[in-house]
């Protein structure tokens, strides 16, 4: 069993954190707080990304549907963020932890001058115990919400990886509502296995990745997988994992079997 303490950087979907009517799920919210307040508590270093700001501002601003409309898509994404920071910021301080938020977009983590900045910033709450909660500035960028065209950017899967390499991280966590990847895709061949571990992206593992998922999300297969590429060759493992099960956070940083690992290619300790 692993001792050392992590920098882990946990993303997670819209899928988890909202319901199928794209109001919050309080309950899974509450568990992903508390399993973080408490790895935070063992001595890891936590980064959350979060996904769901549109659906979210789509439910509280009671619209019968996702925006269609560019301008209405970014606004509600403004309003849902806002709620969903405020659920943050209270479930956070019942465990005694401290947040900031932290919105990115493409031209942040692609200029080399504000990626330094970034990473300084980031630093600087580590330092202090506060737990950055990130997510892409869907009010100004339309990379995700509207093209996925971004060369940066496009989705949280990929954004998450992006801050772990960023952040010199040892552990990215995608919560998502999938178990991980299987070698067929379940829901057609039931007996399909799930692989537990994965130390190259081979064109047998890429050819695995499936679509894209419910309305609520964007992300599928291929953007965890994109998101594996990324985290691989910064040396840092990747898990995709389902959310539903929060206490399993705790094994996988322990290293255990669950989801599915994609491994480091090369490995580097916290200084």
């Known amino acids: ?6 920098r882990i950087v946990v ?3 819209t899928s988890t954190l909202t319901h199928d009517s794209g109001s919050v799920d309080l309950r899974n919210m509450e568990h992903l707080v508390r399993a973080l307040a408490d790895l935070y508590g063992m001595g890891h270093e936590v980064i959350l990304v979060t996904s769901g700001a549109i659906a979210v501002g789509t439910a509280k601003l009671n619209l019968s549907e996702r925006p269609k409309e560019l301008r209405m898509k970014q606004a509600a994404a403004a309003v849902g963020q806002c709620r969903m920071m405020h659920i943050y910021d209270k ?3 019942e465990y005694n932890r401290s947040v900031a938020q932290i919105l990115l977009t493409g031209d942040d983590v692609e200029d080399p001058e504000r990626a330094a900045h970034l990473r300084s910033t980031f630093s600087a709450l580590l330092e202090m115990g506060v737990i950055p909660v990130v997510n892409e500035n ?3 960028s339309s990379a ?5 065209h971004h060369k940066v950017l496009g989705d949280n899967d990929t954004l998450s990886a992006i801050v772990a390499e960023l952040c010199g991280a040892d552990l990215l966590i995608l919560l998502s509502d999938i178990d991980g990847l299987y070698e067929a895709d379940p ?3 039931p007996d399909a ?3 537990h571990r994965v130390e190259h992206l081979t064109p047998e593992i890429l050819e695995m990745a499936g679509g894209a998922g419910t309305w609520r999300g964007t992300g599928g297969m291929a953007t ?4 594996a590429r990324i985290a691989m060759a910064g040396g840092c493992d990747m898990v995709i994992t389902n959310g539903a099960r929060m206490e399993d956070l705790y094994e996988i940083v322990e290293g255990r079997d669950i989801g599915t690992r994609f491994l480091a290619t090369e490995r580097e300790e916290i200084s």
Request: proline share 0%; charged share 35%; hydrophobic share 35%.
């Open 1 to 6: 069993m692993e001792t050392r303490k992590h």
């Open 91 to 93: 479930l956070f301080s």
């Open 224 to 227: 965890k997988l994109s998101a």
């Open 187 to 189: 829901k057609t061949h």
């Open 193 to 195: 296995k799930l692989l």
């Open 138 to 140: 869907d009010s100004v």
């Open 144 to 148: 995700e919400i509207e093209t996925g």
């Open 11 to 13: 993303k997670v979907g």
